[in-house]
């Protein structure tokens, strides 16, 4: 399947606490139409439709991970359907064999953690330069996340994708939780961070080219 990019992407949607159940099961919303987010971008109906059918035809349930990390799959999804409202998504935890999704189940009982989150890479778009819209019409998606709501933006793959758009660096705290939320685990991400991001920031300081830098942290987000 062709993507527009290899970068996955992220968007998050909240659940009501009457939606999570004693048995590990919940239901709520993985995306909403319609609605302009915090990235100027729009959700199309239809737009999960031929990744819907896929999930289906693999007979796979789709996984259910913890704030995006790969490494920390904590239940998956049955139902999966578009409506006139979004995305809607039937859900479990496997609260009895992982330790991770009884907390995830504590938590979002309590409403401590209250979010949704899709993971997909991008099919098909358009952009509307009047008013600066960018319409997602086929997604892939990946993965349904549960998620602290709201999440730290600064601290999502698309912050760092912007900050380097823009010709800058981001900072190593930034560039750790990048690489966590791309799936790396925590030790992992600081020493990818302290060793790498470190050492490019400190050529950049001492009279290093800054365009090195970037075209380096560019390179490693595309390979992802």
Do not use: C
Request: glycine residues 8%; aromatic residues 8%.
């Amino acid at each position: 399947m062709k993507h527009k990019n290899n970068v996955i992407q992220h968007k998050q949607f909240a659940f009501k606490t009457d939606a999570v159940n004693e048995d590990g099961t919940f239901s709520g919303y993985g995306s909403v139409f319609g609605n302009v987010d915090s990235y100027g971008e729009i959700v199309a109906p239809g737009a999960f439709k031929e990744s819907i059918a896929a999930i289906k035809a693999s007979g796979d349930p789709l996984p259910a991970l913890w704030q995006h990390r790969w490494a920390e799959p904590i239940g998956g999804y049955d139902v999966l359907e578009e409506d006139e409202r979004g995305l809607k998504v039937e859900g479990w935890l496997l609260t009895g064999q992982i330790p991770r999704a009884a907390e995830a189940h504590a938590l979002m009982k309590r409403r401590v953690v209250k979010g949704l989150s899709i993971g997909y890479y991008v099919l098909e778009d358009s952009w509307n330069e009047k008013d600066r819209i960018r319409t997602l019409t086929k997604l892939d998606l990946q993965e349904i996340s549960i998620v602290t709501f709201p999440a730290n933006v600064e601290a999502q793959v698309e912050s760092v994708k912007s900050i380097l758009a823009q010709g800058n660096l981001p900072t190593l705290s930034q560039f750790e939780d990048f690489l966590r939320e791309s799936g790396y685990s925590k030790s992992q991400a600081t020493i990818i961070a302290s060793k790498g991001l470190k050492e490019l920031l400190s050529r950049s300081e001492s009279g290093g080219k800054k365009s090195d830098a970037l075209t380096a942290l560019r390179n490693f987000q595309l390979s992802k």
